[in-house]
T-cell receptor
Framework: EAGVAQSPRYKIIEKRQSVAFWCNPI?????LYWYQQILGQGPKLLIQ????????DSQLPKDRFSAERLKGVDSTLKIQPAKLEDSAVYLC?????????????FGEGSRLTVL | GQQLNQSPQSMFIQEGEDVSMNCTSS?????WLWYKQDPGEGPVLLIA?????ELTSNGRLTAQFGITRKDSFLNISASIPSDVGIYFC???????????FGTGTSLTVIP
């Protein structure tokens, strides 16, 4: 079974530029998550989707971050404009459990450096 | 958000030694997950716990769901160099649908 796929693995941009990350969850997983992991910290939830609907985006900085999951499968996370403090690893995870209470399976992450 | 206190923050041990780490919260949790993260990689699920008192093993790893439902423990027996990495706990509160992560325990195994 293929795991969660993410791209790009690495991205370096200057502040005020924009960036987009892509995620393809495990086949059949209804719930998809985007986490932000700052160096030395545990992952922090940004947004949770169930199919193509948003379940929780309370911690997403909506003035600069946006995410979509149009067809209930792939998802894109965008940052525009980026700030220095956005430097982090952006992890995508998926879960089979439709209630969002099942085990999370993570991708390898997309490491963003903002200069 | 929920605070999960994970300890110790880091450990340096000799190969062959046993390791114990724990995760505590002030709230009651329904699910505990334990992950290992290698440098430059995403977290990999090690063990999932769903019931208070549950004890589950995965090879040399054993995890327990605390009876109070406010803590969880992970033990690694007879450590080997490939156990090196950062171990995270994640908990699902009984009042929510979001997993919260601990700050991680960094494990170094000295051959």
């Amino acid at each position: 079974e293929a795991g969660v796929a993410q791209s790009p693995r690495y991205k370096i941009i200057e502040k005020r530029q924009s960036v987009a990350f892509w995620c393809n969850p495990i086949s059949g997983h209804a719930t998809l998550y985007w986490y932000q992991q700052i160096l030395g910290q545990g992952p922090k939830l940004l947004i949770q989707f169930q199919n193509n609907g948003v379940v929780d985006d309370s911690q997403l900085p909506k003035d600069r971050f946006s995410a979509e999951r149009l067809k209930g499968v792939d998802s894109t996370l965008k940052i525009q404009p980026a700030k220095l403090e956005d430097s982090a690893v952006y992890l995508c995870a998926s879960s089979y459990d439709r209630g969002g209470t099942g085990e999370l399976f993570f991708g390898e992450g997309s490491r963003l450096t903002v200069l | 958000g929920q605070q999960l206190n994970q300890s110790p923050q880091s450990m340096f041990i000799q190969e062959g030694e046993d390791v114990s780490m724990n995760c505590t919260s002030s709230s009651i949790f329904n699910t505990w997950l334990w992950y290992k993260q290698d440098p430059g990689e995403g977290p990999v699920l090690l063990i999932a716990l769903y019931k208070a008192g549950e004890l589950t093993s995965n090879g040399r790893l054993t995890a327990q769901f605390g009876i109070t439902r406010k803590d969880s423990f992970l033990n690694i027996s007879a450590s080997i160099p490939s156990d090196v990495g950062i171990y995270f706990c994640a908990g699902l509160p009984n009042t929510g649908n979001q997993f919260y992560f601990g700050t991680g325990t960094s494990l170094t195994v000295i051959p």
